[in-house]
């Protein structure tokens, strides 16, 4: 009878190091971040007034970033559908993920909201601008061609 080949600690050691440097090599930041269903990742906001920051991703424009906020506050922060997403902080590099750009929102409960002159462009150059979450919610949806394509 032949018997197994049994694994040296050197192979062991060289088969799973990688493997582990890799779990452990993680940035403390990606923890704390949420991935929102429009692929955007989005994390609590270290800016007093605001509630979390939205990173950018290639091409996002405001109604990627309205998305992710929404999503998010829904989610994560349990917000009621008529509850809004503000933003605090307009489009800008990120203070805490370099090399990213990033919009830092609020969520401003219904009751408080006060109804404003609102525009069909979505800026995220402009702080207050702000959109009710379940409307947001319906920028993730694709969009579609006729509404069946």
Known sequence: MREKPVLSPQKLLATFLPIALLVLAQPAWSEREHLARN???VAPSA???AD???YSRPGSGGS???C???DYAKRWLNSHN???VMVVIPEAPSSTKPGFRSVHFSVVPWQSAQAEDSSLALDIDRAGEE???VLALKLCEPRR???FF
Do not use: P, T
């Open 131 to 133: 959109l009710v979450i």
């Open 145 to 147: 061609l006729f509404g």
């Open 52 to 54: 979390m920051e939205v």
């Open 68 to 70: 992710a906020a929404a």
């Open 64 to 66: 990627q970033y309205f």
């Open 47 to 49: 800016i007093d007034g």
């Open 82 to 84: 008529s509850d809004r």
């Open 39 to 41: 692929k955007h990742r």
